[in-house]
């Protein structure tokens, strides 16, 4: 079959995401941020792997100062457009996260929607070690995961498939070890026959080995949530949010 090329989900991608991440989530998550942090107008937000923004343009709404950085240009651009009609508060950067480095000091950084886990526990040690450099004395760090050993080891892998609009959907996944992993590919099949193969890899980590890597980058594991602000993680719950802060 022919191949959908790179440019597959431009024009579909926030249709997919916002399916599959709905837009009340992100409203508890800001609404958890900003008296949870004490953010206010002019304070200022890291947001790591912005995706296509929906973090970092809330909390612009709001007066927020935020950086949201991407290494995906369709999301960027997405996001500045946004910014520049609604004149946000908002800097936007398309870039690697692990090599990005900026002037500025934030009161909060964050990490959403599981991307951490995108990365080997080295390339973790140097991105948390730029974020606690980058935080002011106090700040805090929140990181926000589906894929830790505690939620992993609970989970049935089991082969799946699901629809979005003209698209179909089918996942296989795999556990493996050395490094602890989650590989899943994905098969997507547009309405007129054409399809595409891809291949994810998640990194499994311990709370565990998270706070270790924390407390090497100089940033304290103060909380462990399932639902932000409400529910203290428990083992076999879908999803973490840490909370760390700057010591």
């Known amino acids: 079959m022919a191949n959908i090329n790179d440019d597959f989900f431009n024009g579909h991608?926030?249709?997919?995401?916002?399916?599959?991440?709905?837009a009340e989530l992100t409203v508890r998550e800001v609404d958890f941020m900003v008296p949870h942090f004490g953010l206010q107008p002019g304070s200022r937000v890291?947001?790591?792997?912005?995706?296509?923004?929906?973090?970092?343009?809330?909390l612009g709404r709001?007066?927020?100062?935020?950086?949201?950085?991407?290494?995906?240009?369709?999301y960027t651009d997405e996001i500045r457009e946004t910014v520049l009609a609604e004149a946000l508060p908002v800097?936007?950067?398309?870039?690697?996260?692990l090599g990005f480095r900026s002037s500025q000091q934030f009161d909060l950084a964050i990490c959403m929607g599981n991307s951490l886990n995108f990365f080997t526990?080295?390339?973790?040690?140097?991105?948390?070690?730029?974020?606690?450099?980058?935080?002011?004395?106090?700040?805090?760090?929140?990181i926000n995961s589906w894929s830790i050993t505690e939620i992993q080891f609970n989970k049935t892998l089991?082969?799946?498939?699901?629809?979005?609009?003209?698209?179909?959907?089918?996942?296989s996944a795999r556990l493996?070890?050395?490094?602890?992993?989650?590989?899943?590919?994905?098969?997507?099949?547009?309405?007129?026959?054409?399809?595409?193969?891809?291949?994810g890899i998640d990194y499994?980590?311990?709370?565990?080995?998270?706070?270790?890597?924390?407390?090497?980058?100089?940033?304290?594991?103060?909380e462990a949530y399932s639902i932000p602000g409400k529910k203290k993680f428990t083992l076999g719950e879908p999803r973490v949010y840490l909370v760390a802060e700057k010591a």
């Open 13 to 22: 991608y926030k249709e997919i995401w916002k399916t599959l991440i709905p």
């Open 46 to 58: 890291l947001d790591l792997m912005c995706g296509y923004g929906r973090h970092a343009l809330a």
């Open 62 to 74: 709001k007066g927020i100062a935020v950086t949201a950085v991407d290494n995906l240009r369709d």
């Open 91 to 97: 800097e936007v950067i398309c870039t690697d996260v």
């Open 121 to 142: 526990a080295t390339e973790i040690a140097a991105l948390l070690a730029a974020v606690g450099n980058q935080l002011k004395p106090g700040g805090h760090l929140l």
């Open 158 to 171: 089991n082969n799946s498939w699901s629809r979005i609009g003209e698209y179909t959907f089918l996942s």
């Open 176 to 199: 493996l070890f050395q490094p602890t992993r989650l590989e899943v590919e994905t098969i997507t099949l547009r309405g007129d026959g054409i399809s595409e193969t891809k291949k």
């Open 204 to 222: 499994i980590y311990s709370l565990n080995e998270l706070e270790a890597l924390l407390q090497e980058a100089g940033l304290r594991l103060t």
